[in-house]
């Protein structure tokens, strides 16, 4: 059974930084591309970043340059380091897994709350 659990969500100040982690189980994680995907209330779901097996990423414009995607596959854990944070990057961020054979699968999501 294919499990993806994120964590670290929370309430951080406009400027503050958030690492999110997304534990993966029950997938061979180094086979799998991982993507961080976020919601607003009212809009719909957007990509904010991918990596691939071999470590390439991929960022929305809206968050180049703060914030990082990594993966750990000893761990089985993707990240996403989120630095300089906006009030407008509130949502409830998702992560992703997929192969050429497999997925996607979802994350249940965590809340991620950008005010003062």
């Known amino acids: 059974q294919v499990q993806l659990v994120e964590s670290g969500g929370g309430l951080v100040q406009p400027g503050g930084s958030l690492r999110l982690s997304c534990a993966a189980s029950?997938?061979?994680?180094?086979?799998?591309?991982m993507g961080w995907y976020r919601q607003a209330p009212g809009k719909q779901r957007e990509l904010v970043a991918t990596?691939?097996?071999?470590?390439?990423?991929t960022y929305a414009d809206s968050v180049k340059g703060r914030f990082i995607i990594s993966r750990d596959n000893a761990k089985n854990t993707m990240y996403l380091q989120m630095n300089s944070l906006k009030p407008e990057d509130t949502a409830v961020y998702y992560c992703?897994?997929?192969?050429?054979?497999?997925?996607?699968?979802w994350g249940q999501g965590t809340q991620v709350t950008v005010s003062s």
């Open positions: 992703n897994a997929k192969n050429f054979a497999y997925g996607p699968f």
């Open positions: 029950g997938v061979i994680f180094r086979t799998y591309a």
């Open positions: 990596i691939t097996t071999g470590g390439t990423t």
